[in-house]
Every structure is written in C-alpha cells, then in structure tokens.
C-alpha cells in the first residue's frame, strides 16, 4: 500500500521590505548571497509607489499591482528586487508594505532625489540640486551594485521617455548611469507600461534594452 503523500509545505513567508543602506553587515552578507544565486540578477522598479495615495496601499491586492511585480509574492526562487522610491515616501512606504507581510525574500528599498531616478547618496550633504551631485550619485550607486556582484538589471518603471533617442524621466535616469558608470547589462521589463508607450523608439534607438 502506498504511503499517503504530503501535502506540499507552503514556504514560511518571512521577508521584509528593508532600506538597502540600513542593512546589517549579516543582511548585506545575505543579499550578496542571493546575487551570487541568481548569476549575478536582479529586478529594479523604479517610483511605482511614490506618487500613490498611501490609503491605497492598505489593501494587499492592490499593493501587488501597483508593484507591478507579482513575483515578490509568489516564487521561490526570485532574484533580489529593489524597489527605488523618493526619500520622502521611502520609511512611509517601508511601514506600510511590512504591515501586509506576505514576502518569501527580503525586498531593498532604495531612498532616490525627489523627482529624480538618481538614487541619494548616504550621509552626504552637497547640494542635491547640482549635476555634479547627480554624477556622483550615479557613480556611486553603480559601483555599490557592482561590488555586490549584480552582472544583469531588468528595470521597470512608471517614468521613462525617449527624446532624441535620449532616454528621459526617473527610470531613464536610472538606465543611463548605470550604461555610463558600469559593465552591467540593463534590459526593461516586457511588462513596463512606459515601455508599451514608446516601444517604437525604443527598439529603434536602444534596441540592446530588448
């Protein structure tokens, strides 16, 4: 007779949403694990909470389709997922999503300039409003996430614009100082809504993001 099988264990939903530049030396430790499992991979997605209503983030479902990443929910074996959002929403948006619970793995929220894809640089106190802060910032964060081992990026967003094949907004900012600053390979997410809008542009000026 054979033995009645197991129902499957459902895995212990344990992570959190966690500011990348707070973390621990053991998280970090734990985050570069996870990107040495994944070759190297992981997801972006840029400001897709940081314009929203914080009352609608009270509702699990809606939360998961304004992160436009069901992913962070449901695998297993997902590659690390970093949320960038502007400084001022960043603790507001951390409390509120670690209230739903519901994540396999640790998500890293990434604290950006107001308005901008350009990410903040951690206890530095020039002025944000210079381009010269803004290199910085990208040349920093660059080679933050080349030191953890990331070799691929695929980035998804609420904002991007192509203007004279010169790719604009807060995830075009993103993408550009990260071909500029480093060796790491971007491509966007197929379910990007910007992508959708200027898919022709894109794959006639910046066919390597397809």
Not at 145 to 155: C, F, N, P, R, S
Not at 168 to 186: D, T
Request: aromatic share 8%; net charge negative; charged share 25%.
């Amino acid at each position: 007779m054979k033995p009645e099988s197991q129902p499957k264990m459902e895995a212990e939903k344990s992570g959190k949403f966690l500011e990348l530049y707070k973390l621990e030396r053991a998280e970090m430790e734990k985050l570069q694990e996870r990107i040495r499992e994944s070759d190297g991979f992981i997801r972006v997605f840029m400001h897709v909470l940081s314009y929203i209503d914080p009352a609608n983030l009270q509702h699990p479902n809606e939360m998961k389709t304004l992160l436009v990443a069901g992913g962070v929910m449901r695998s297993e074996n997902q590659q690390p997922i970093f949320l960038f959002e502007n400084e001022f929403r960043v603790q507001e948006v951390i409390n509120l999503l670690n209230q739903q619970g519901g994540l396999l793995k640790d998500t890293y929220i990434i604290p950006t300039l107001n308005g901008w894809g350009y990410p903040v640089i951690p206890n530095n106190l020039e002025n944000r409003d210079a381009n010269e802060y803004k290199q910085k910032a990208g040349i920093f964060f660059a080679k933050l996430l080349t030191d953890l081992g990331v070799t691929k990026i695929m980035a998804g967003g609420k904002e991007l614009e192509v203007k004279d094949e010169q790719l604009e907004n807060c995830l075009g900012n993103f993408i550009r100082f990260i071909q500029n600053y480093s060796e790491i390979e971007v491509k966007l997410s197929l379910g990007s809504s910007p992508l959708n809008r200027n898919s022709e542009e894109i794959r006639d000026g910046h066919p390597e993001l397809l």
